[in-house]
């Protein structure tokens, strides 16, 4: 009986190097999403491909506490320092929404190091569009 010939380029025998951490980004874009119950802080390159992200969720916060300060900070800190070991330098800010986790989160990313070429908040705002729902009978 004839031996099975083994293939030279099998998935198994070949290390799978990760793409994340050989890609260098000198700029980026940090998007700060702060609603009333969490803090989302999403890192991309300037072409817009998401390179880290993390809420105040993945942090391990969980229910009311997630929509505070320090979840924020946290959030922002854990989100930041992975792009950090990538090597990036420069940033542009966008923040959106009415959350408290605002400022914490802009103070953690000028804590990084990283250079802030400018901020910018980014809130949609209705120009009297849409009628707003009832208000809330409590």
């Known amino acids: 009986m004839a031996k099975p010939i083994q293939k030279i380029g099998s998935r198994r025998n070949r290390r799978i190097s990760s793409r994340k951490s050989a890609r260098k ?12 119950n969490n803090t989302i802080v999403t890192v991309t390159d300037v072409r ?7 809420s105040a969720g993945t942090c391990g916060f969980k229910g009311a506490k997630r929509g505070t300060p320090f979840a924020a900070q946290t959030a922002a800190g854990n989100a930041i320092r992975k792009v ?4 990036m330098q420069r940033a542009e800010v966008m923040i959106k929404g009415p959350g408290l986790g605002r400022d914490a989160a802009l103070r953690a990313i000028r804590r990084s190091g990283i250079l802030l070429s400018f901020v910018r908040d980014v809130t ?13 009978r409590v």
């Not at 980026?28 to 009333?36: E, L, P, S, T």
């Not at 817009?48 to 993390?54: D, E, F, I, L, T």
């Not at 950090?84 to 090597?87: A, E, I, L, P, Y």
Request: glycine share 14%; proline share 14%; aromatic share 8%.
């Open 124 to 136: 949609p705002m209705p120009h009297n569009g849409c009628r707003p729902p009832k208000k809330r």
């Open 48 to 54: 817009g491909r998401v390179v880290s992200w993390a």
């Open 25 to 36: 980004i000198p700029r980026g874009v940090i998007y700060v999403q702060a609603g009333f």
């Open 84 to 87: 950090v070991d990538q090597g």
